[in-house]
């Protein structure tokens, strides 16, 4: 096998229902593009058939390797291992559920041959649920004002990065962290390509509501500081405000007497619970910040390995 010039990234996990038709449309996607390719599938800790699938494709194409986790350690973790591995020049993810068509890979190839760093996708006609659509849409705008980075289609994975990207992003040893986001910071040209979108073949979607605020919480503190300053507004704002609050009871006190003031208390009340609950919020919020400055001081490793298949037949 010579030097691939392309190397597909693909993490897969549970989806032993959509490998047997992802791979050979894949296979004659990247054939028809007519340069040297490489798969490098990550077994994300499935608890299904995947694995096997992914060996017998691995021992039967010397395309592919496959590389297996010892448990799941997340999408964007399998991703990375991925580009650990990956060699090629141009270098493109792709979801293993078919939602984004592999036909479209020689599209963003073609595109990055014009000496783009990054090439990202919009999905038109997203054939995913309406809720999905709209949590999507909320996301889109608070991460595009959170991080400064504006991407069309945050959640589409289908992009590809040149070599040099990918390194970089290699070198980027923070944990939560999410893909496209940190590559749009480190390329200096980027650019979108309108590509097709289909109904997720086969399963479920791998990311409950759970997950997806996760990620989204993850996207946020990871990329800015903003969250942070906002509760530091918010306190100087409730500051302001509750110096005026006390000084309307202190003049009510002088000028409407005693009797007033008794149902003052009340008043008072509900704007010290109010503070405590702002106060709570900014400790809980900075409490995520310094759980998370925890969590990176460890440098503990994104993923373990627990063995790479088809890896022995490259020169
Ligand atoms: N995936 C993964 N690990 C996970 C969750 C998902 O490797 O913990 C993979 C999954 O197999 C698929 C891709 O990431 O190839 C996208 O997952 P999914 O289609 O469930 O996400 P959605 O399309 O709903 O955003
Ligand atoms: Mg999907």
Same mark, same amino acid.
């Given at each position: ?127 995913? /649920? ?74 479920? /979607? ?25 509760t530091l507004a918010i306190g100087m704002t409730m500051a302001t405000a509750s110096m005026l609050v006390a000084?309307?009871l ?16 009340f008043t008072l009340f509900a704007v010290l619970f109010f503070f405590i609950g702002v106060l709570l919020f900014a400790i809980g ?31």
């Amino acid at each position: 096998m010579p030097e691939p010039f392309l190397s597909v990234v693909i993490p897969v996990y549970n989806e032993e229902e959509n490998l047997p038709e992802l791979l050979p449309r894949l296979k004659a996607a990247l054939d028809a593009i007519g340069r040297n390719y490489e798969v490098v599938l990550i077994n994300d800790g499935s608890r299904d058939r995947s694995l096997e699938l992914l060996r017998e494709a691995a021992v039967r194409d010397p395309h592919i390797v496959v590389i297996d986790f010892n448990r799941n350690y997340g999408q964007h973790s399998a991703v990375f291992a991925g580009f650990d591995e990956a060699r090629g020049e141009i270098i493109v993810t792709l979801d293993a559920d078919l939602q984004n068509p592999p036909e479209e890979i020689g599209k963003l190839v073609a595109k990055m041959e014009e000496g783009y760093d990054v090439v990202g996708s919009v999905r038109i006609k997203r054939k995913d /649920s309406f809720f999905r659509r709209m949590a999507s849409r909320l996301v889109n705008r608070v991460t595009s004002m959170a991080t400064g980075v504006h991407l069309s289609d945050y959640g589409c994975m289908l992009r590809a990065y040149r070599r040099g990207v990918v390194k970089t992003l290699c070198q980027s040893k923070e944990i939560s962290t999410f893909i496209p986001v940190l590559a749009d910071m480190f390329a200096g040209r980027v650019t979108e390509v309108p590509v097709a979108h289909a109904e997720r073949l086969k399963g479920q /979607s791998k990311y409950s509501l759970w997950k997806l605020v996760r990620l989204q919480f993850d996207l946020m503190t990871s990329f800015s500081l903003w969250p942070l300053r906002s509760t530091l507004a918010i306190g100087m704002t409730m500051a302001t405000a509750s110096m005026l609050v006390a000084a309307v009871l202190i003049v009510g006190r002088i000028v409407k007497g005693h009797e007033w003031a008794v149902s003052g208390v009340f008043t008072l009340f509900a704007v010290l619970f109010f503070f405590i609950g702002v106060l709570l919020f900014a400790i809980g919020l900075l409490g995520e910040y310094v759980g998370r400055i925890y969590m990176e001081v460890r440098h503990r490793p994104r993923y373990v390995i627990r063995q790479v298949f088809g890896r022995e037949r490259r020169p």
